[in-house]
């Protein structure tokens, strides 16, 4: 789909009361069964979808439920893989980096970081200008990248000046990563593509050979069982991959990320912040995102139960808080500046390193008695992900025999009309987060509805139309996924509760028991997931 479309019709199942049609849905032969609605999966429905394969993708819990929710937003190119040496790993992710920055804009954008240069720190100057030579060099771009003390000081304010002699700059690019998960789906069901969220897999379906041929699956919201047929099963659960292979033993070692959430008028960044952890030397980041400061992250190996949710500990809250006081001594930062914090497992290969920083960040590709586990990879490189996974796909689809070079990640779209009463910066904005459905979810606005949410950057018409056309089936997909208010305000939006209420409500068609039900464990998972630890 390369031609420019003005609207795009929602796909009928995600509405509610759209899952009416499973089963029907399900008993569809298919080429493909992808298993997890991560940006890996979905990256592997869209380009699947892209070159004509019947492609259905389901999701245990909610669409970007686990890492890709929970990332540190950055799309990055990964200036730190070269010191390790991984040049092409480089390469690839600057490549797209770009081509999401060109065809994403409103949803993936520029994000400058700036680096002090302190007497005695390391990286030291010379190091990290000729890094960012050769990252200028593969991004085709050239650009001033050091500034001596005073000019750095106004880019970099409240930063500590002791021992400061100027300090470094380079651009990068930063996303709502929930988001950009949806808009993938959103593109890859108009292409024909299908995806369910809240269905389970019990177990694996096998041939008579022993081949995995299909799965047994269990839709949560109403406890029915479904069997799904495919000549292709792709397990793309991210962290969650051993689980599911049968065989090969553990190959994954997860690891968590934990982040601090912060008003932006607390600590108030035009650029990202990067600075190495006066503790261990580890790169540590702030910088401003939708509208409040995101501070992380850290890389320390996760053992609980991967069936629950991961959560910041005690020692992660001082480790960060260390970094942000050292970096930021004036601002007197308290623990009670905190609006939220969150904790992702990042899908790492287990390589056997000492430091868990050092583990590879490469994506891989298993084929274990017919089951392709692809897995690892950063939020960035989603799209050659997902066509590395075709590739291995391909010799079980005889008969199939696409051109596998790199699309268009998104289809162009018409330009949002003019006058429409938004609120500066917006149509960008929900043209980049919505694509072709942009022009319709303004048109869904009731009155006052295009004005922001007090304290987001979003505005109260997303709440409507994710509740009609974006598969919610419980509040904290539509708090802490569609829109992130969850993170951005203080009690996760508490005292937005009530309006949220009388939007969606009635879209979701939920009684007032059920709502009471929702809000209760909405509040009662931020207490225990998105808050300081007791």
Known sequence: MSAAASETTPAPHWQPGGR??????????????????????????LEASRRGLKALLVEQRDFAWGT????????????????EGKFSLTRESVHERESLLREAAGLVEPQSFAFGDYEGRKPGRRAFLAGLAIYDYMAGQRARHYYPRAEFLAIAPHISTEGLRGGMCYSDAKTDDAR?????????????????????????????????????????????????RARVVVSATGA??????????????????????LPAWRLPLAQAVSLMHPADGRPVFAFPWEGVTLAGTTDVDHSEDMNFEAAITRGEVDYLMAALRSQFPELDLQESDILATYAGVRPVIDSGQADPSKETREHALWLED?????????????????????????????????????????????????????????????????????????????????????????????????????SVQRLEDLLLR??????????????????????????????DARW???????????????????
């Open 20 to 45: 009416a049609a499973l089963a029907e849905l399900l008993a569809r032969d298919w080429d493909l069964l992808i298993i997890g609605g991560g940006i890996t999966g979905a990256g592997i429905l």
């Open 68 to 83: 890709s929710s929970r990332s540190s937003k950055l799309v990055h190119g990964g200036l730190r893989y070269l010191k």
């Open 180 to 228: 950009l998960v949806m808009r993938v789906l959103q593109e890859a069901q108009s292409l024909g593509g299908t995806a369910f969220n809240y269905l389970c897999v019990q177990s694996l379906l096998r041939s008579a050979d022993g081949k995995v041929c299909g799965a047994r699956l269990l839709d949560a919201p109403t406890g029915a069982a479904h069997e799904v």
């Open 240 to 261: 969650w991959a051993d689980a599911l292979r049968a065989s090969g033993g553990k190959r994954l070692r997860p690891l968590r990320g934990s982040h601090l959430v």
């Open 370 to 470: 017919g089951l392709l586990t692809v897995t690892g990879g950063k939020l960035t490189t989603f799209r050659v992900i997902a066509l590395d996974a075709l590739r291995a796909a391909a010799p079980m689809l005889p008969g199939w025999h696409a051109d596998l070079a790199p699309q268009s990640i998104f289809a162009s779209t018409a330009a949002l009309r003019r006058g429409q009463g938004l609120p500066a910066g917006q149509a960008e904005r929900l043209q980049g987060r919505y694509g072709a459905s942009a022009q319709a979810l303004i048109g869904c606005a009731h009155e006052g509805e295009l004005d922001l949410i007090p304290g987001t950057a979003s505005i109260w018409a997303q709440l409507r139309w994710a509740a009609r056309h974006e």
């Open 482 to 511: 569609r829109l992130r208010i969850g993170l951005q305000l203080r009690a996760g939006g508490a005292a937005i509760l009530p309006r949220a209420r009388a939007i969606c409500q009635p879209e979701l068609g939920w009684d």
């Open 516 to 534: 009471d039900a929702e809000q209760a464990a909405y509040l009662a998972l931020l207490n225990t997931h998105y808050s300081l630890p007791a």
